[in-house]
């Protein structure tokens, strides 16, 4: 069985800071993908960001960019230049080929003005 | 275009009684999903639908919990004889395929609350 691991429950950071978030995870399958999800508390899920597992570079979504380390199961998330509006709840999720996904448990994160 | 949608937002009910939830998922999505945020927590996989197949059902928590999804469209959620260990959060997904490079699309979930 596939699970995800969020060791921050809680982090803070400072307007225009960055910040990373990490998550490590572990899969039988060759061939997955990786999702980082906010859920501002509106309780929206929104998707941030995604990785494709066989892709090696990195993905990038504007302020957001992801450490993909396939050998060591680990999935980081970094947020550049954090914004009020990223304060939120960030899970990090694995889908493969059971079709759902595996959420980790999720970080507070709380941008500081 | 229209996102995926859930009904009720809010549910209060007592404990034993039986609640429905209700999803619209994106139109054309042929997968939909229910997941269970506890207070606090992840998600929790609860049931799966791809098209005409037989649901995923392995991570429905007790025989109290049932799901059916007419026409390819709406789902509908029960629990059965509510206890307030089911007080959470129930979201729903949709996705265009089963693949899993699809994006999953969240509705805004029902807050369930068992008193």
């Known amino acids: 069985a596939q699970t995800v691991t969020q060791s921050q429950p809680e982090m803070s950071v400072q307007e225009a800071e960055t910040v990373t978030l990490s998550c490590t995870y572990d899969?039988?399958?060759?061939?997955?993908?990786l999702f980082w999800y906010k859920q501002p508390p509106s309780r929206q899920m929104i998707l941030v960001i995604r990785?494709?597992?066989?892709?090696?570079q990195n993905a990038t979504e504007n302020r957001f960019s992801v450490n993909f380390q396939k050998a060591a199961k680990s999935f980081s998330l970094k947020i550049s230049d954090s914004q009020l509006g990223d304060t939120a709840m960030y899970f990090c999720?694995?889908?493969?080929?059971?079709?759902?996904?595996?959420f980790g448990g999720g970080t507070r994160l709380m941008v500081k003005p | 275009g229209a996102g995926v949608s859930q009904s009720p937002s809010n549910k209060v009910t007592e404990k034993g009684k039986d609640v429905e939830l209700r999803c619209d998922p994106i139109?054309?999505?042929?997968?939909l999903y229910w997941y269970r945020q506890s207070l606090g927590q992840g998600l929790e996989f609860l049931i799966y639908f791809q098209g005409n197949s037989a649901p995923d059902k392995s991570g429905l928590p007790s025989d109290r919990f049932s799901a059916e999804r007419t026409g390819g469209s709406v789902s509908t959620l029960t629990i059965q004889r509510t206890q307030q260990e089911d007080s959470a959060v129930y979201l729903c997904?949709?996705?265009?395929?089963?693949?899993?490079?699809?994006?999953?699309?969240f509705g805004p979930g029902t807050r369930l609350t068992v008193t």
């Open positions: 899969t039988s399958e060759n061939n997955y993908y």
């Open positions: 997904a949709s996705s265009r395929d089963r693949e899993s490079s699809y994006e999953q699309y």
């Open positions: 990785q494709e597992a066989y892709k090696q």
């Open positions: 139109s054309g999505h042929t997968a």
């Open positions: 999720a694995l889908r493969d080929a059971g079709n759902m996904l595996t």
